[in-house]
T-cell receptor
């Protein structure tokens, strides 16, 4: 149980275009999901907390107009990188908290974004 | 602000040895702490979650301990195997806050 999926697993896009990444909890309901980014050989940095049915909470320094988050259902959150630039190239990972659990987070497999 | 440090940053040991990974955190007001492993280019796999009221959690060859007052947790791996090679991350969660703060990670290599 407690499986989180991400789609796509990797994506290459041209500078200036937008990319949408999906995060799904497959066998549990998640009122809260989290989006992280990870640069090579570095740890995970939290970008935003996504709450079902309400606006996401962004960490300091993360542009909310650039990284659009939508959490429309208890099993799906999306991250859209708008007007992507090469510096947005990174590994994006989502996690979901099982609302019935003890605040344990389950992580997706990640999405590798490369902006050319 | 919580700061999490993991020592060593990298570790190589021969197969079969027991080993300990260390995690220290500056804010001891934590609700729980999770240990994860991350394989290259992959997401995170949760290994153990230890509540603030617990001192130890065990899963197979893995044992995590927590000393909240001193801000330390250790992950003990018994009888290491090449498949244990990965980066190990610890992440405490503060009371009243769902966010995890990740450590810098320990890159473990088990030599066959």
């Amino acid at each position: 149980g407690a499986v989180v999926s991400q789609h796509p697993s990797w994506v290459i896009c041209k500078s200036g275009t937008s990319v949408k990444i999906e995060c799904r909890s497959l066998d549990f309901q998640a009122t809260t999901m989290f989006w992280y980014r990870q640069f090579p050989k570095q740890s995970l940095m939290l970008m935003a907390t996504s709450n079902e049915g309400s606006k996401a909470t962004y960490e300091q320094g993360v542009e909310k107009d650039k990284f659009l988050i939508n959490h429309a259902s208890l099993t799906l959150s999306t991250l859209t990188v708008t007007s992507a630039h090469p510096e947005d190239s990174s590994f994006y990972i989502c996690s979901a908290r099982d609302q019935a659990g003890v605040y344990e987070q389950y992580f997706g497999p990640g999405t590798r974004l490369t902006v050319t | 602000k919580q700061e999490v440090t993991q020592i060593p940053a990298a570790l190589s040991v021969p197969e079969g040895e027991n080993l300990v990974l260390n995690c220290s955190f500056t804010d001891s007001a934590i609700y729980n702490l999770q240990w994860f492993r991350q394989d290259p280019g992959k997401g995170l796999t949760s290994l153990l979650l230890i509540q603030s009221s617990q001192r130890e959690q065990t899963s197979g060859r893995l044992n995590a301990s927590l000393d909240k007052s001193s801000g330390r947790s250790t992950l003990y791996i018994a009888a290491s195997q090449p498949g244990d090679s990965a980066t190990y991350l610890c992440a405490p969660r503060r009371f009243g806050n769902e966010k995890l703060t990740f450590g810098t990670g320990t890159r473990l290599t088990i030599i066959p």
